[in-house]
Every structure is written in structure tokens, then in C-alpha cells.
């Protein structure tokens, strides 16, 4: 199956201040199809569990032209684009399902690391996802490498509390973004829109650590900012958001 | 329509800790459900909000006989018990998919507000809704009433930020139960699970707003706590949760 689609409906209750869907949300959506299609293709959680590895989620990319709007109908298509021993490429398209236009894009980064040794597996072992492979190129830049946050002009502290952590009880990639985004005021996302995000995940963080969120502007520019999540110096998320006047 | 269902899957990206299905992510489920039978019959947000009105939830008590857990297919049934002028009833029954077995219900109290006067508008209006009534009884306790928290043990705070809003600009109700849970450690959870939960929602909390969540044995028993979340002295919801030991 070299193509995999699921389609949503974006509620009232689903949206944010703006009438929009939350980055986090978003995310999730996009992790959430993700596992779809490896599910579809016999490489799910349960399957890759049973030799004693799991998907991990190294980077993702997402290009926004338009934002997603309240009492909308959206499909997500989603194929890999390619692999090799360390890494799969899998790349998101989003459709307004009522023009049928597509207004945004994602690109992410998987590894499967052996859950004893921590180590990553070859990928070219899994003849499933070889056979899925569909070429089809991310549509944008798919986003260089980060680096940690040094001259931070905004700083939020916060614990990770049981409400934070998934089933294996680490902190869950819904809270890093949110993280995230609530380095800002309100102000800000009603002033401006996110059109491009991008976040490495560095380290997995756990219940009761104290994490210390940091931002700046990146190059001195007033719309692209650096962010990054860390826990005892550790970075656990890089990031960078990009935002454009409404 | 006098009953009205959506079934819906859990996944392991969904679940908790303890791999089940977090009170707050079943608290927002039972809340869209709630909207889907009234868009259904029509009396749905954006007919209302025509007639300058909005649903609030007032109180909600949920009643659980086993936990939600990951990897399995659930039904959410819901109807409306009844209504008067002020307020209207509306009773949920959880129903695993896989056994058939009914394993939690929920019983709901909703008002309609007038969004200038922020009074409470006549209920029997509605004979749309009158139509729908489905009078069979919530089986358990619907719960009495919640009085804010004298003598707290367990004290947190935090500061309402951009994740937390919802499209009317207040606090989402996902944030007020997961403060609720976040009261206890993992551990808390690891031992316990919550078999029964009431709350009552008294005032919307802003972005920026400062909250103080304080709980406390209720009566002094060791698996019964009340909790409140407060801004400026001000109770916003309520609650009394009960744990059962695994």
C-alpha cells in the first residue's frame, strides 16, 4: 500500500482561541496516520514489539499554507518516501476535502530502536516497507539540522505531571508542542499564523522531571524563533516555528 | 432520535501510564458525543448560538465498572433523561465492543446561556429536544452537591497558557481534569484506579489567569478526595473523585 489516507472533521471542540486546530493536534493527527498505515502494512507498534523494537519519532517538518479551520472536513495522505538501515522518510500531505485543495505538508524522520539495547535496527530487513515505498518527494525544504538554544529571551519552567506521560511512561510529544507554543501570548497567534515548524526529538523525558522551555529569535529575525525543551541540561526537544503576520 | 451512539477505538498513542484511556480524553469524548445527538436533532452549537445561546456543562458524574483500556473498541450511547426550564439531563452508557458488556456511564447536567446576558434561557422551548426525551434513569448515584475545599493537603499551581484555550477563550475542560488528576503521583495511579468522578463547573478561567488546585481526604477517607481549582479565590470547578485499589 503505497498511499494511506484517513479522514477527520475538525470540532468546535477540537479548536483553539484563533477557531483554528492546535499544532499539537496536529502532531498527534500526523503520528496517528502514520501508525495507520504501518499498522496497514504489518509494521504497527504490536508487530515491530514482538522482535523487541519500536518506532521512534526522530524529526518531523510541517509546511502550512493555510490554516485549519473549524466545522471542516480534512484528509491526511500519507507514503514513505524512502529508507535505508538507520532511517525511514515519511512524508503528509493535508487536503481541505471541501475545496480539495492541499494546504499543508509534512515531512518526518523514524527510526526502530531495540528497546533492550537502546540500539537502532536495520530497516531494509522489513520487506513490507521496501515494497511500500513511493518516491514522491516532500514538496518543500525538508529542514537542516538544529542546534541547541543559547541567548534565550523567553524561559517557562514546569514539572511533568502524570497527565503528561503515555504508555511508556515517557513525556508525551502532545506536551513538548505545547510546550512549545505556549512560550507566546495569546496575542501573538491571534496576530500571526504558524506556516512552517520544525522539531528534533533529542531525549525522552519522564514523570516528576523538571523541564526548563527556552526561545529566541533565530538570527535576530522577528518571525522565525528557536525553542528548545531541556530536563537537567539534557535538550529533549529542538525546535523552530515560523510564523507570518495575518 | 432518543438514543444516540459513537463508537470510537483506543489507541496505544491515546492511552496513560497505566494503559487505559485518561479521565480526561473520556471526559472530552462523552462532551463530543453529547454534541453529535444534539446537532442530530438540531439543537447543535451553531443553531443555538443563531438564537444568541450557548450549552454549558454544569456537572458531570461518571461512574466506572472497568477500566477503558488500550487496543479495544468502545460505544458511547447517549440520551436525554429529561428537561425543565433551566436545566437539561443527559445520561451516557459506555459499552465495550469486543464483549457487548456496558462498563461505565456517565449523567450530565447542561443549561443554555444567553451570551449577552450570560442568564440562563427556557429549556422548554426547544421542541426538538422535548421530542427526543428518553426517560430511562441513570443506574447509579447522580451525585450531590460539591463544596469548595476547607482544609487542603496537596496544593499545585499554574498559570492558564495558549495550549489551554479553547474557541470561547476560556479554559478548556480537558485542562480543568487533567490539573484534577495531576494532584496525585504516578504511583497514585499505578496502585489505584478511579472508579467514580464528580464535578461541578462554577466560573470560566482566562489565559493568564493564576490557579490554585487544592485537594483533601473527603471525611477523612483514604479513597475519596475533593478537589477545587481556583482563580482569585474564586472556585472554577469542583470535583470529588473516588479510588479503587487495583
Not at 223 to 231: A, I, K, R, Y
Request: hydrophobic letters at 40%; proline letters at 4%; a negative charge.
Amino acid at each position: 500500500m503505497k498511499l494511506f489516507s484517513h479522514e477527520f472533521y475538525l470540532t468546535a471542540a477540537e479548536v483553539n482561541a484563533q477557531r483554528e486546530m492546535p499544532l499539537s493536534r496536529l502532531v498527534t493527527l500526523i503520528i496517528d496516520t502514520a501508525t495507520g498505515h504501518a499498522n496497514a502494512i504489518g509494521i504497527g507498534f504490536d508487530r515491530m514489539i514482538s522482535y523487541g523494537i519500536s518506532w521512534v519519532l526522530s524529526r518531523l517538518t510541517i509546511d502550512i499554507k493555510r490554516p485549519l479551520t473549524v466545522n471542516r472536513a480534512y484528509r491526511i495522505d500519507t507514503w514513505i518516501e524512502n529508507l535505508n538501515r538507520m532511517f525511514s522518510e515519511r512524508n503528509f500531505e493535508l487536503v481541505d476535502m471541501e475545496t480539495g485543495e492541499p494546504i499543508a505538508w509534512a515531512h518526518s524522520t523514524w527510526m526502530a530502536i531495540n528497546m533492550e539495547t537502546r540500539r537502532p535496527s536495520d530497516l531494509t530487513m522489513l520487506t513490507e516497507m521496501k515494497d511500500s515505498i513511493n518516491g514522491r518527494p516532500y514538496p518543500y525544504i525538508k529542514g537542516g539540522k538544529l542546534l541547541p538554544v543559547i541567548d534565550a529571551t523567553v524561559e517557562h519552567t514546569y514539572r511533568f505531571a502524570v497527565s503528561d506521560i503515555d504508555v511508556n511512561r515517557h513525556v508525551t510529544t502532545r506536551r513538548y508542542i505545547d510546550l512549545i507554543v505556549d512560550q507566546w501570548s495569546i496575542e501573538q497567534f491571534d496576530n500571526n499564523r504558524v506556516t512552517r515548524f520544525e522539531i528534533a526529538f533529542k531525549h525522552e523525558a519522564r514523570y516528576g522531571e523538571l523541564s526548563r522551555t527556552v526561545s529566541a529569535p533565530h538570527e535576530g529575525s522577528p518571525e522565525v524563533f528557536d525553542v528548545m525543551t531541556e530536563v537537567n541540561s539534557t535538550p529533549c526537544a529542538i525546535a523552530r516555528i515560523h510564523f507570518t503576520q495575518r
